[in-house]
């Protein structure tokens, strides 16, 4: 189904998400610089180029879990505490609603 428009006034999810996307990179570059590493480290530890990690902290490229957690494994870190680590910075602007939260 198409809307009125043809479609033209739908928002990528990219575009929906950039801020998310930015805050993302902006965590995975700290916990890399953290660890000591260089962007080119952790890309020869996956088999890509710097540009693919590159992409990913500056928040142009989304990821999906997976390349998330072989990022951090990459790294020696934790996917988990990353992901808490993520889930603060998203909350402390607002970004992450309420009613998402896990109980527990």
Known sequence: MTSPTGGHDRIST???LANELRILGNVLARARERAGLK?????GRLHLPPSYLSKIENGTRRLDVIEFIQIANAM?????????????????RGLVPVESRHVG
């Open 39 to 43: 962007q080119f480290d952790v890309a």
């Open 14 to 16: 990219k575009a929906k």
């Open 76 to 92: 020696n870190i934790d996917p988990a505490e990353l992901l808490r680590e993520l889930e603060a910075a998203l909350d402390s």
